[in-house]
């Protein structure tokens, strides 16, 4: 019988892809957003009853489960019904799936409860919702059980289609649901404790559920049955996670360098394999005296992996017994002055020049083109891992001891049981994401100062939108309970400490005359910055909190269990 871990050796070799800038999209010149005081207003409507709200138990203490509950948003929307109306959704204390529908003209509510829904009292991840078309509503409880509703359109009547467990164990949060061709293709994720033999791996892992639930041409009377179910184990934390525009590969953001997967069952992370060895990518860079080369391999790599023997001229240098660097240095070096550090499946080498002469080329011959970023990037990486080396020694590790330097998007194959394509992300930040019924999550990673949201949905990623200045402004907000952007990229916006959220439009118009003092010409836009004063009762960590957020290209919802607001916006 063939082994997953043969399987997996006769795979094709991963395709590299590239995250390329549209410099058309990027404003170098960019001076700033200016300050309005000409903000809306927020309007809210109470509730007769409240809503449900989830709290972590004390036995989700990882800081993965802190993460997924900092991500918690309560307030969904069905994009497939949403026009003139929106159509928003929320759990209720008393059991029930309530619609909220808002209508823009008359900037009037309507409330309903469209399905009885009990959401479990304690251990449960926060609860979602996902509309994958017209017909079909996926519902997670958190805790362990999913449930697919079908709803009809003329009554807004909701049906119970399936409910299903995907595991014995507690816990569990819906990622996301899709609609392809008869079928629907489901993410859900759970945080799961590893086993304690090795001192030197993360004490919890992440474990995704892909289900494919075969709904037929009508669901009312046709058989709704799980048609496959794969898990992917993956080692510490996933960034972020979505399905392809086809519902075939899943792609998912770590920072680890693994993932496996199978049909029936759970291969262990020392089974699996992505791909054979290939050339680790590696780049340089040079700051006066500092030299600093880094290398990024498909596996991870150990202190006693590297050997490393020097001269004032040359370098020998060998991972796991295969030679990196092996010649006549591109210039001249201390010998004695050198640090390697790895961390993952990195290698950081850094080298002491005897001047400070520029480089034209790491060794002598060396043909291959190397990207070379930013100084000042490759000496925050080494700082970064350097910082690691000194604390992290034999004892246990936590996601907290990771870096920001390492990130990688992985598309996995369901089919062939394989990593089929690799992007390197590495010292990008990913600042938000943003999931839709109908098409792959829209992905916003921290470029330089900038936000640059990148679109997955063709075969490779491409540059859509830039949020100028947001990854230097994201920073800044320690007290933010969401962020994100709307749908067409208008503005971004930071929900921060519960009673404001400040909105960044990237681009408004005048409405006079308006001239730059510096170049004397006639401005027509500006970046502009409002803030919104959101009307809530308690304090941050109150019962009255906001608890979910919705961003249209025209609007604003919040949701606290008594209370929905919105903000209307005039748009260009």
Not at 107 to 133: M, Q
Not at 480 to 498: D, K, M, T
Request: with cysteine.
């Amino acid at each position: 019988m063939t082994s997953e871990a043969d399987k997996m050796d006769t795979t094709d070799p991963v395709e590299r892809l590239d995250l390329n800038l549209d410099k058309s999209l990027l404003d170098p010149k960019f001076e700033g957003y200016k300050v309005t005081m000409d903000n809306p207003k927020v309007e809210g409507k109470k509730f007769s009853v409240k809503g449900a709200t989830v709290q972590r138990s004390p036995e989700l203490f990882s800081l993965q489960h802190m993460k997924l509950f900092g991500e918690s948003n309560l307030l969904f929307v069905n994009d497939f019904q949403t026009g003139e109306n929106v159509h928003l959704y929320r759990f209720t204390s008393t059991g029930f799936i309530e619609e909220m529908i808002y209508n823009k003209p008359t900037e009037n509510w309507s409330f309903s409860n469209v399905a009885r829904f009990e959401l479990p009292n304690a251990g449960a991840y926060p609860p979602s919702i996902i509309f994958t078309n017209d017909n079909f509503a996926v519902v997670c409880n958190g805790l362990d059980l999913i449930t697919v509703f079908h709803i009809e359109l003329v009554n807004d009547s909701w049906t119970k289609l399936l409910e299903h467990r995907p595991c014995e164990e507690k816990g569990i949060s819906l990622v996301e649901a899709r609609y392809v061709a008869g079928s629907l293709q489901v993410i859900l994720h759970r945080v799961e404790e590893r086993t304690k033999e090795n001192k030197k791996t993360d004490l919890f892992r992440s474990k995704i559920y892909w289900l494919t639930i075969a709904v037929g041409e009508n669901a009312l009377s046709d058989r709704v049955t799980i048609e496959r179910v794969r898990e992917i184990t993956q080692e510490g934390h996933y960034e972020a996670c979505t399905l392809d525009n086809f519902g075939r590969l899943v792609i998912l953001g770590t920072k680890t360098p693994f993932i496996s997967s199978d049909d029936s069952g759970i291969i262990t992370q020392s089974d699996a394999k992505t791909t054979k060895s290939s050339t680790p990518r590696r780049f340089w860079s040079q700051k006066d005296d500092d030299l600093t080369v880094m290398f990024t391999f498909d596996f991870p790599v150990n202190k006693e992996d590297v050997s490393v023997q020097l001269s004032s001229h040359s370098i020998f240098l060998t991972v796991k017994g295969e030679v990196l660097l092996d010649g006549t240095l591109g210039g001249t070096i201390d010998p004695t002055d050198f640090v390697d550090t790895v961390q993952g499946n990195q290698l950081l080498l850094r080298l002491r020049t005897t001047n400070k002469d520029n480089w034209v080329v790491l060794m002598e011959g060396d043909q291959q083109h190397v990207e070379q970023p930013n100084s000042e990037t490759t000496k925050k990486a080494f700082a970064e891992m350097e910082k690691d080396e000194l604390v992290v020694g034999a004892e246990q590790m936590e996601e907290c001891d990771e870096s920001e330097l390492m990130l990688t998007f992985y598309w996995f194959d369901g089919d062939k049981q394989a990593v089929v394509k690799e992007c390197d992300a590495s010292c990008r930040q990913i600042l938000f994401t943003s999931h839709s019924g109908n098409a792959p999550a829209r992905i916003c990673l921290r470029h330089d100062v900038d936000g640059v949201v990148w679109n997955f949905n063709d075969q490779t990623p491409y540059h859509e939108a830039t949020l100028h200045a947001f990854g230097y402004v994201q920073a800044s907000k320690t007290m933010r309970v969401w962020c994100g952007a709307a749908p067409n990229s208008s503005y971004a916006c930071i929900v921060e400490a519960n009673n404001h959220a400040l909105l960044y439009w990237q681009r408004k118009a005048v409405g006079n005359e308006l001239f730059n003092r510096k170049t004397s010409s006639q401005v027509t836009h500006i970046s502009q910055q409002q803030v919104l004063h959101v009307r809530v009762d308690g304090d941050v960590h109150g019962e009255d909190a906001i608890i979910g957020v919705f961003a249209a290209n025209d609007a604003l919802f919040f949701l606290t269990p008594s209370e929905v607001l919105v903000a209307r916006f005039q748009v260009d």
